[in-house]
């Protein structure tokens, strides 16, 4: 049976498939491709469960007579819009489709309902391939660092044991103000490396330079590559709803992951299978105020982030 597993985005989301690919290709005689865009294929570069990766073309055309070329049995739809209906569509391939649940998460996010079940974003994917005799194996994500690398060269000599703090992320209201991320890391028991991208850079200059040599800024100076191998060096990571810190996650580390104005109940993307973790978020009556995150507070206030408890954080990740 060749199978074609379609996933466009975005980071943390296909991160979440892998388990999907490996489950799969536990079925006899299978061959699993996977779709998804180019800027993503770092994902699965490497994966060993993963007969072939197709990518995304500039026109959509092109990628639906690569589709029908490879003669697939069966199409598994994890991304479910309009470019894939047109996907399956115009091949006319049997298909099975992730049931986004739109309807439910509107509701739930507009009127503070809890309609969806706080069930993990794996598991709801299973779900799509369950008739097929799929079976959850109840193993971390995968992710699979494409070079060797070594800690002695990309931190300084004091950061041989090191906690690891994902600052990065894509809107404002999943990052944490940089004043409680000073207070955070002066109380952490190991020194502390920084991690995220050009766009924090900045962030991680302040908090670096108001604690001093005990954290090091690594944010826009590693390769997501270099990130990924820190974060499986780390001795713990703390991160905001960010996709290098659902990453960490395949290497089985301490997590503790820091929300904001969303809610892993919603999104199904809590720690997944890591044996230990923290999710840590305020209960707030304005909070979720967005699936995905916000440029700015819509109330001004931002106590999603400014009133979470640091000493819940500090003695998970100094025990």
Same mark, same amino acid.
């Given at each position: 049976m060749k199978i074609l597993v379609i996933?466009?985005?975005?980071m943390?989301?296909?991160i /979440?498939?892998?388990p999907v690919v490996?489950c799969?290709k536990?079925?006899?005689?299978v @061959?699993?491709?996977? =779709?998804?865009k180019?800027?993503?294929?770092y994902?699965y570069?490497n994966?060993p /469960?993963l007969?072939? =990766?197709?990518?995304l073309k @500039? !026109?959509l055309?092109?990628?639906?007579?690569e589709i029908?070329?490879e003669? /697939?049995?069966?199409i598994?739809? #994890?991304?479910s819009?309009?470019?894939t209906a047109i996907?399956?569509?115009?091949?006319?391939?049997?298909s099975?489709?992730?049931?986004k649940?739109?309807?439910?998460k509107w #509701?739930s996010?507009?009127f $503070? #309902?809890?309609l969806v +079940?706080p069930?993990?974003?794996?598991e709801?994917?299973?779900k799509?391939i369950?008739?097929l005799g799929v079976?959850?194996d109840?193993l971390?994500?995968?992710?699979y660092?494409k070079k060797d690398h070594?800690?002695a $060269?990309l931190?300084p000599?004091?950061h041989k *044991?090191?906690m690891?703090?994902v600052?990065?992320?894509?809107?404002?209201?999943?990052r944490?103000?940089? @004043?409680k991320?000073?207070?955070i890391c002066r109380?952490?028991?190991?020194?502390v490396? =920084?991690?995220?991208?050009?766009d924090?850079?900045?962030?991680?200059?302040i908090i670096?330079?108001?604690v001093?040599?005990?954290? /090091?800024?690594?944010c826009?100076?590693?390769t =997501?590559? +270099?990130s990924?191998?820190?974060? !499986?060096?780390a001795?713990?990571?703390?991160g905001?709803d &960010?996709?290098?810190t659902h990453?960490?996650?395949?290497?089985? *580390?301490?997590?503790a992951?820091i929300?904001?104005?969303?809610v892993?109940?919603l999104?199904?993307?809590?720690?997944?299978?890591?044996? $230990?973790s923290l999710?840590?978020g305020?209960?707030?009556?304005c909070?979720?105020?967005?699936?995905?995150?916000?440029a700015?507070?819509?109330?001004?206030?931002? *106590?999603c982030m &400014?009133?979470i408890? @640091?000493?819940e954080?500090?003695?998970f990740t100094?025990?």
């Amino acid at each position: 049976m060749k199978i074609l597993v379609i996933r466009f985005s975005s980071m943390g989301d296909i991160i /979440y498939t892998t388990p999907v690919v490996r489950c799969l290709k536990q079925l006899p005689d299978v @061959e699993v491709h996977f =779709l998804t865009k180019p800027a993503f294929r770092y994902i699965y570069d490497n994966n060993p /469960y993963l007969d072939k =990766l197709l990518l995304l073309k @500039e !026109s959509l055309s092109d990628t639906i007579t690569e589709i029908k070329a490879e003669n /697939y049995d069966l199409i598994v739809d #994890l991304h479910s819009n309009l470019r894939t209906a047109i996907i399956k569509l115009r091949t006319g391939i049997k298909s099975t489709t992730y049931n986004k649940q739109r309807v439910s998460k509107w #509701l739930s996010l507009k009127f $503070k #309902l809890k309609l969806v +079940e706080p069930v993990h974003l794996v598991e709801r994917y299973l779900k799509t391939i369950k008739f097929l005799g799929v079976v959850n194996d109840n193993l971390p994500i995968d992710y699979y660092i494409k070079k060797d690398h070594s800690v002695a $060269k990309l931190l300084p000599p004091s950061h041989k *044991k090191f906690m690891a703090f994902v600052i990065g992320a894509t809107h404002f209201t999943k990052r944490m103000p940089n @004043e409680k991320v000073i207070s955070i890391c002066r109380q952490m028991r190991l020194p502390v490396v =920084l991690l995220g991208g050009n766009d924090v850079k900045e962030n991680g200059d302040i908090i670096a330079k108001a604690v001093g040599p005990y954290v /090091y800024n690594a944010c826009g100076i590693t390769t =997501l590559d +270099e990130s990924v191998y820190l974060v !499986s060096k780390a001795e713990a990571v703390v991160g905001f709803d &960010t996709g290098l810190t659902h990453i960490a996650e395949a290497f089985n *580390k301490p997590i503790a992951s820091i929300w904001g104005s969303t809610v892993p109940e919603l999104l199904g993307v809590q720690p997944y299978m890591v044996k $230990k973790s923290l999710t840590a978020g305020v209960t707030l009556p304005c909070r979720p105020c967005s699936k995905f995150g916000q440029a700015a507070c819509p109330l001004g206030h931002f *106590k999603c982030m &400014t009133e979470i408890d @640091e000493r819940e954080i500090i003695n998970f990740t100094n025990n």
